[in-house]
């Protein structure tokens, strides 16, 4: 059609807007990108394509040791974190309201609520006791750590898809001479799965960014990539930042992405 | 055969408490089409839910056979339900969805194929078998949840206002097909809903509830043509209510004396009020004729007279005070129109066709 | 109630709390348990290398705004802490400001695209959020640093001779702020955007309203929950940044946050981190009332 008529949507200069606010999310992280396969040195002049700065970041004995916990820790704080959302959510949705739901609800977001520095300083005290009192300087406290602000994230998706879900189907499941064990490894588990899957790979993409909270909780040589990375700042930085970036990046688009998809089939 | 004892449902506390079943008692055959119908919020799902044991009551029991329900938790209860939204599993198919309950039983793999097989049949859905859920119109999931429940052969099975997401012709053809089923299978039926036309075609008996009460529990017929009290004459079907006089009574007739002054015996419970007192006469709309003046038992003025296809309501403002009283005739075609609005007429009826209610 | 339903009441309450536990156990651990801590520390005094002594005292809550001259025993404001603390909320409410600007009329586009793109442009912007928030403050730094892209571009157009000193500055942390935290504006906006009626701005036109006179008297006052919902959302991370203060702020431009790390590090004076610590949770737990306020009004039905 030629004439569309008057378009009750438009706003004068939103689209203009919109557009120069999608160039602006992506264009500081698009070069960072371009800029990690920069032959030279620069990381605004470009100097031609290299894998340079990827293979020296591999070479550098203290990114693999950085990349290794990293993967350690978030690997091991999904897999507690999603564990106990799993649970907390069939304990905060699949029982009648009880007194004390509010409060259970609030423990378990305090870590979206308390700013991160706040819960920071408190780990570096109570861990620093712990230390004193027990001499154990392991990775184990940053794996509790991770895997307690890991927890909302987890929960998130795993609530909303167990909330999303019909109740009848349970009690469908009940009504046909399943027991309660049986039902939930039958109907709900199978249809939760996406949830969970969901919530795992978002707490390890968690994990993995955290800076501020493993900054101060690990204890000397327990660097993971970001602190490592922010340890790097007060030198000369080299493109080999933008190629462990890019690296993590890929990472955390991917999975959120899978994320997304993976909610998104919920309906 | 199913008991139900003085079961009370109280949902929360306080001055929040809600009474949702109030001492309710009855008693359902075996092999009986039994309705519970009653508008929303009356505790017919409630009541449903207790016997499918998705409700523990605050009070009573619920017998099967015999035995104590109650103390069952629902997958040990030999009773299967037909959800409203039906509740397939969305993860399995036709097939297994109607062999989940065979499963979980524990029975043999070649009875529960068997089985299906045969339900697949009884339901006409074999085609479809290895379908997923998601992938068959409403129709054909209603007939998957009716096999379903049926597959582990219960003892009795419970319809939660299965029809109500069906468009009307689907409803009407599943009504005779539920009827069938019930016939071919021996099982108890307690089907709930708000439709009462549904449960004037389709049960053996009705319990009419409201506010947590059995308000009257009868065939299709008697509950039509005899409502015991306003509520029921008013929720099934329409009903014109008018004051009258009782002159004397007799096991289940009356004598009354109508606002005309006019004499006629009418149906009325033995246990009912005395004579002289002011009652309530029910008359259904069809069952009165719209007459000359003269020959009238109530006379009054033409006020309206609406067209609705099958039939017409002729609207007479009753003589004295005596109110809207609506008479229904069946069109005929080319029947012209014969009286005009304002004009004196009189409505009539047969003896022993009011029903005097107990308010 | 009868004994059967009795029991399975009780066998409920146990396998909720069952269910319960292990979340409840590493949250009391490792997140709001040690806040008491932290609490007791705020009222202790600082040890020689850091740590405390244990004894009792109220002089960390009253170094956080005012402090005791050395020589002259004179009372006054603790004016480092207070341009500390007034900086960290200009640049809180700035960034808000910021995020609005450009947020509003994203959000707005997003909604009034076709029902099955918007999702994609949502991923859009939340794919961003999801990542790293350091590696994210790095693109802005070797975007603006004196050697970086617009500089570089600028010298090379020749526009400026020398590079502008941008980084290490305030207005750098307000860019990297509002980079950053521009996907928590945009989703609440977007969510009470998606709910619009666009009727509404029909019968608007249709009563004589220009499209200004839309936005700002039917559209805006419809979706302004979401507005205050999505300004707290980007308030209360920014009030307590650290990383981004302290690599594009360059330990010049200190925000809250860094006044709480550098008392635990370099000022060896852990109580008053403490009460800085609490300081800043207090002001964060009360704009969190306004926002359930907010987003609490925004279920309500409108329209």
Redesign the interface.
Known sequence: MANAG?N????????T??A???A??????L??VI?SFNAGE????WEGFSWRWYVSAWANEKVQDATILSLIIAASASL??T???V??A???TR??P?KGQTI?FA??N??L??????????????F??IKVATGYTGIGYLI??H???C?PFA?MPIRARLQGMDMNLEQAGADLYGTPVKVFCHITLPQLWPGILAGSM?AF?IS??D??ITE?VKSAGQDTL?TY??GQ?RRV?SPE??AI?TA??AV??VM??A??FLN?TRK | MIEINGVTKIFGGGSDAFTALDNLSVTIDSNEFFTLLGPSGCGKTTLLRVIAGFI????GTVQLDGENL????PYKRPVNTVFQSYALFPHLTVAQNIAFGLQMLGRPKSEISSTVDEMLTLVQMAPMADRKTSEISGGQQQRVALARALAPRPKVLLLDEPLSALDFKLRKEMQLELKRLQHETGITFIFVTHDQEEALTMSDRIAVMNAGTIRQIGGPRDIYDHPAERFVADFIGDTNFIEVELVNTSADTARIRLISGKEIDARANPDGPKAGSKVTLAVRPEHATLVDEGEALLPGTLSDVVYFGTDTHYHVALDGGGGDFVVRRQNQPDMAQSRQTGARVGVTFPANVGQVLRD | ?????AL??RN??R???L??????V??????????V??LI?SFLTPGSYG?VEWNFSVQAWFNVVAKIDFFTDELTFADAHLSVFWRSFKLSVFTAILTF???F??A???A?RPKRSR?MWM??????F???????T???M??IRN???V??ILMGVGIIDQPIQMLFTEFAVLIGMT?VY?PLMILPIYASMERFD?NL??AG?DLYAT?FQV?RRVIFPLVKPGVVAGSILVF??C??A??IP??LGGGKQLM??NL??LQ?GQLRN?PL??AL??T??AV??IA?IFYVRAVGQEESPHG
Request: hydrophobic fraction near 60%.
């Open positions: 008057f009750v949507r438009k706003q004068t200069g939103f689209t807007v919109a120069l606010c999608f602006l999310l992506y264009l500081p992280i070069l960072l800029f620069s990381i605004a002049v507690v974190a564990s106990a959302a649970l907390a069939l304990a905060t029982v009648k009880w259970a423990l378990v305090q870590p609520m308390v700013p991160e520095i706040v819960t920071a300083v408190a780990l570096l005290i109570f620093a006791m509790v750590a895997s307690a602000f927890i929960y978002l993409v993995l960014d800076v501020v101060f970001p990375m922010l700042l930085i930042i933008n970036s993590l990046l955390s688009v959120v992405t994320f997304f998104r | 523990d009551p605050t009070q109650v103390e069952q938790p | 109630m009868n004994a059967a339903a399975r009441a409920e309450r396998t909720r709390f269910l319960l536990t292990p979340a409840m590493l949250l009391l651990f490792a997140a709001s348990g040690p806040l801590i932290v520390y740590g600007v450009f947020g009329p994203t707005y586009f997003i009034t999702d991923l859009l912007i939340m794919i961003p999801w990542t790293n928030l350091l590696i994210r790095f693109a802005i070797e975007l050697e970086g892209t500089n570089t980079y521009l666009f701005v029909e036109y499209r936005l209360v991370p009030l307590g650290y990383v302290r690599v809250l946050g709480i790390e635990f852990w981190g403490a610590s609490l800043l949770l964060v737990m969190l």
